[in-house]
């Protein structure tokens, strides 16, 4: 991944194939779908918003995202949508095809409100104190390309 990418200059599609990558790899390693899809949700946003790159939180479920963020319930599953057409982490490998998929703008911040207050149930596959090493090895992703 040698190649960097100036911060004024949109990341590639070649880039975020990576990234989807790191998220498969992630998943198999330590389950992060089952649990920790909203955790990487946020990292991954956080990254995005760092560097100037627009996205929406893209949260799959039966009630609106609207519903979901109001009161603070659980969705089956949170991926983000970069730059309109990029969709990080998708839900089709982990998530039942007949949940809706609800776009909402949310900050990092807010999204991470989302994730530590959601009412409901996180699936317990996933291990919340793997949460730095996820965020680390999401955050050198991101070291690596710019």
């Known amino acids: 991944m040698g190649r960097k990418i100036p911060t004024t200059t949109v990341m590639n599609e070649w880039v975020y194939n990576k990234l989807n990558e790191l998220c498969r790899v992630l998943h ?86 989302y994730y530590k207050n959601a009412k409901g149930s996180w699936n317990n596959d996933y291990d919340v104190k793997l949460n730095s090493t996820v965020s680390r090895q999401i955050n050198n992703f991101f070291k690596t390309i710019f």
């Open 28 to 113: 198999d390693k330590y389950t992060i779908n089952w649990g920790g899809c909203a955790f990487v949700a946020y990292c991954i946003a956080r990254n995005l918003s760092e560097h100037n790159i627009p996205y929406k939180v893209v949260l799959f479920g039966r009630m609106t995202a609207e519903d979901m963020i109001r009161t603070n319930y659980a969705c089956s599953h949170a991926s983000i949508m970069a730059e309109e057409k990029f969709l990080i982490n998708p839900h089709s490998i982990y998530v039942a095809n007949t949940l809706d998929e609800h776009m909402v703008n949310l900050t990092p911040k807010e999204l991470l409100a």
